[in-house]
């Protein structure tokens, strides 16, 4: 008690009451932390860890406090990469879709598992993935979440069901998701589709004005489909976000 209430002491505060089994202070001092500025984003993480379990417990009137809490600790920049992300996602997808976020969230994890193993597990795992997003689909048909990992799932030689015409017609089901879009024209690319290539990755773009690979892609599409004048456009919006991108810089030196 007698020393400095710093950022350091409040967290080691906080670690003994969680450690004694005290989540009650715990959580106190959690959002005493939280209501201070510039307080540690992974502090909303634990805060609303704590709170999963009651929510899961039956308070829904938990969910919108954990979900600014939540959000906030993925957004900020320090939480990049931090292993809380994946459990943090997790929450997130169940508060807005119950069980079957926990099934998106399963599933999504079997799908970067396949990229992360080889052989027989990696095709284990995509079969998974695509079983777990069946179920999904089959009680919530719009999910474009859901479809846009399917695809994905489709479009790649790790799937037992692979093929890139589901693939694309899985993928464009789910028109406001950047990634699916973005895969959605590598797809196009794969099957000889280039204007429909560029199409997507233009969609991609104007969902995620910054998404520096669909740029590329796009500059490359315009540049194989002799649209000179859009290539080099694009090619320089990259080069300008990406200095550092040697494949789009040479690209526009070729044009």
């Known amino acids: 008690k007698e020393l400095p209430d710093d950022s350091w002491?409040?967290?080691?505060?906080?670690?003994?009451?969680?450690?004694?089994?005290?989540?009650?202070?715990?959580?106190?001092?959690l959002e005493a932390m939280i209501a201070k500025p510039g307080s540690p984003a992974i502090a909303r993480y634990y805060a609303a860890r704590i709170l999963d379990e009651k929510r899961k417990a039956g308070d829904?009137?938990?969910?919108?406090?954990?979900?600014?809490?939540?959000?906030?600790?993925?957004?900020d920049k320090s939480s990049w990469g931090a292993e809380q992300v994946d459990d943090a996602e997790r929450m997130l997808f169940e508060i807005d879709l119950g069980e079957l976020g926990t099934k998106y969230w399963?599933?999504?994890?079997?799908?970067n598992t396949a990229f992360?193993?080889?052989g027989f597990e990696s095709v284990k795992a995509v079969a998974q993935a695509e079983r777990l997003l069946g179920e999904v689909l089959r009680v919530k048909s719009d999910l474009q979440l859901a479809h846009s990992l399917l695809g994905m799932c489709y479009a790649?030689?790790?799937?037992?069901?692979?093929?890139?015409e589901n693939a694309?017609?899985?993928?464009?089901?789910?028109?406001?998701?950047?990634?699916?879009?973005?895969?959605?024209?590598?797809?196009y690319r794969e099957l000889d589709?280039?204007?429909e290539a560029a199409e997507a990755f233009e969609k991609a773009i104007k969902i995620e004005p910054r998404f520096?690979?669909?740029?590329?892609?796009?500059?490359v599409a315009y540049k194989l489909m002799k649209q000179r004048d859009k290539a080099v456009n694009v090619l320089e919006q990259v080069v300008r976000l990406k200095p550092e991108s040697a494949a789009a810089s040479r690209a526009l030196a070729e044009l």
């Open 9 to 29: 002491m409040q967290q080691t505060r906080i670690a003994t009451a969680l450690e004694s089994g005290d989540k009650v202070k715990g959580l106190q001092l």
């Open 60 to 75: 829904a009137s938990l969910a919108p406090k954990m979900r600014g809490w939540l959000a906030a600790f993925l957004a």
């Open 106 to 111: 399963q599933a999504r994890n079997n799908y």
């Open 116 to 118: 992360k193993t080889g």
């Open 156 to 164: 790649t030689v790790k799937s037992r069901n692979y093929n890139l």
């Open 168 to 187: 694309a017609t899985e993928l464009k089901r789910a028109p406001d998701i950047a990634d699916a879009q973005f895969v959605l024209g590598r797809v």
């Open 193 to 195: 589709k280039l204007p």
């Open 212 to 219: 520096v690979e669909a740029g590329y892609q796009l500059g």
